[in-house]
């Protein structure tokens, strides 16, 4: 017999629950993802009938779930800072921890500015969209190493209309060779090799060398601030996401690179996950 809405979800919360830390919550968001049905209509049309169709696809949604593949891409979304961004396995799920990221950026971005302002490795375009929409008069100057990931970006950005932000290839700043910039920001790699994490959750699935920085987590931290140095303008910041238990060593290589300011921000968990510095003038 067909199930119903409400039979199918509770069906994958339970078939979710051994591998999942918010089963019902991915039950809601695969059936809404196959179905177009929205939140409310889960609860106002909870006794209809699914189709055989739908029914066959959620069934194949709920067991690649199972294994563990990312709600993310499996429906090719996802939600960060109030955007829907496109996200394939050719990028990082964005997290909310990185709004953090966003939210220091903004605090020293003034409002009405013009500043030219880089995001370096920018994945899905999450952080550099985010920043870009807030602050429409800025130049933001979005970079990555992988096309995958830069394509990924570039169709966010289309699709959300925001404009003040191009997107260039390269390593880090040697994508911006001889510009000068107001800010940079990164959420680059920083898991050590080896870390058992890697192998655990959605982790697993996205593309380790968008995670991975050595053997202590550190070598894409390291570049950044070294070669900021060149690029920023005197008074420029730079703002780097790191590990939970990274921040004072993040601290010290920027205060080595002629940084002040220097302090680290916790994210809502209590970690210190975002440390920042302004370039001696």
């Known amino acids: 017999m067909p199930s119903t809405i409400d039979q199918i979800i509770r069906q994958a919360t339970q078939q979710l629950a051994a591998s999942s830390p918010s089963p019902r919550l991915d039950a809601e968001i695969l059936v809404m993802y196959a179905t177009g049905l929205t939140r409310t209509a889960l609860i106002t049309r909870a006794q209809e009938l699914l189709s055989p169709e739908s029914e066959v696809r959620l069934h194949e949604l709920f067991a690649r779930r199972e294994r563990g593949e990312p709600v993310a891409y499996l429906t090719g979304k996802r939600e960060f800072w109030s955007l829907d961004l496109s996200v394939t396995p050719d990028v990082l799920i964005p997290r909310p921890e990185t709004e953090l990221l966003v939210e220091q950026a903004l605090i020293r971005i003034p409002e009405k500015t013009e500043w030219t302002i880089a995001d370096l490795g920018t994945g899905s375009g999450a952080v550099a969209l985010a920043i870009a929409k807030e602050r429409p008069r800025c130049h933001i100057i979005a970079t990555d190493y992988f096309d995958a990931a830069l394509a990924v970006a570039r169709g966010n950005a289309q699709r959300l209309n925001i404009g003040n932000i191009e997107f260039l290839h390269g390593s880090w700043l040697a994508a911006l060779p001889g510009t000068t910039l107001d800010m940079i920001v990164s959420n680059p790699p920083y898991v050590r090799e080896g870390d058992p994490h890697l192998k655990q959750g959605d982790v697993c699935f996205e593309p380790e060398v968008a995670l991975v920085a050595g053997m202590n987590g550190l070598d894409a931290i390291r570049r950044i601030a070294t070669d900021a ?53």
């Open 229 to 281: 140095v060149s690029c920023l303008r005197p008074g420029g910041w730079l703002l780097l996401e790191h590990g939970y238990d990274q921040a004072q060593t993040v601290r010290r290589q920027l205060e080595t690179h002629g940084y002040d300011m220097v302090a680290s921000c916790r994210d809502p968990a209590g970690h210190e996950r975002i440390t920042l510095g302004r370039l001696k003038a």
